[in-house]
């Protein structure tokens, strides 16, 4: 079974730093993309961040774009997301998501439809 384990969420102020860890398991890390969704409450989800585990190939919604950046590590079966000069707007619980995919990762990619192995999400929470 494909199994994503999320972790890292917290509390932090607003400017400061965090980093997210999605560890999975259960199938072959290679031709997947893994992506980082994010929902406030009373909002949809919405896409924040996808990665190729190929290609390494990446994209980043608008909002985070610049202050994110997500990155693998093969190895571990593992996938970050680093996030800088947080905003009390980035608050939401943040969920990894994998589906196999084994081109380079398009926008399409950060629709929540796309991806049918969800982990439990992590509470994130920006404090002005």
């Known amino acids: 079974d494909v199994q994503l384990q999320a972790s890292g969420g917290g509390l932090v102020l607003a400017g400061g730093y965090m980093r997210l860890s999605c560890a999975a398991s259960?199938?072959?890390?290679?031709?997947?993309?893994i992506a980082w969704f994010r929902q406030a409450s009373g909002k949809e989800r919405e896409g924040v961040s996808c990665?190729?585990?190929?290609?390494?190939?990446?994209y980043y919604a608008d909002s985070v774009k610049g202050r994110f950046t997500i990155s693998t590590d093969n190895a571990k079966n593992t996938v970050y997301l680093q996030m800088n000069s947080l905003k009390p707007e980035d608050t939401a619980v943040y969920y990894c998501?994998?589906?196999?995919?084994?081109?380079?990762?398009?926008?399409?990619?950060?629709?929540?439809?796309?991806?049918?192995?969800w982990g439990q999400g992590t509470q994130v929470t920006v404090s002005s």
């Open positions: 998501a994998a589906d196999h995919w084994p081109g380079t990762v398009v926008p399409g990619m950060l629709l929540p439809s796309e991806y049918d192995a």
């Open positions: 259960g199938f072959t890390f290679d031709d997947y993309a």
């Open positions: 990665i190729s585990s190929n290609d390494g190939s990446t």
